[in-house]
Nanobody, 130 residues
């Protein structure tokens, strides 16, 4: 099982970035998947996660209205569109995945705490600075 995240970079406050995470080695649409981030000196936190079919999503309060998660099960890829970026969004961003039943697609939201995910990709650095 492999996850490869890319798309990070340096952007000015108010700018946008789109992260992508390409998955391989497993049946992608059997797994929930999400984006997490870790800033220096801080714990890793869930940013946004999505259920198997994409029917339900979760966003951390700090990114609601600015970030959008989506997945393309035909391409085995999950995306994170980040708009109106702030300096406090600076962190290493990781994608992670875990097998869960499809129940969350119909009744609730995806799991989105770091300990709920076993499989992690390498991080991609996002720096928001003028």
């Amino acid at each position: 099982l492999q996850l490869q995240a890319f798309g990070g970079g340096l952007v000015q406050p108010g700018g946008s970035l789109r992260l992508s995470c390409a998955a391989s080695g497993f049946t992608f649409d059997d797994y929930e998947i999400g984006w997490f981030r870790q800033a220096p000196g801080k714990e890793r936190e869930g940013v946004s996660c999505i259920t198997r079919s994409g029917g339900s999503t979760y966003y951390a309060d700090s990114v609601k209205g600015r970030f959008t998660i989506s997945r393309d099960n035909a391409k085995n890829t999950v995306y994170l569109q980040m708009n109106s970026l702030k300096p406090e969004d600076t962190a290493v961003y990781y994608c992670a995945t875990e097998y869960y039943s499809g129940a969350n697609d119909y009744a609730g939201e995806p799991y989105c705490l770091p300990y709920e995910y076993r499989y992690w990709g390498q991080g991609t650095q996002v720096t928001v600075s003028s």
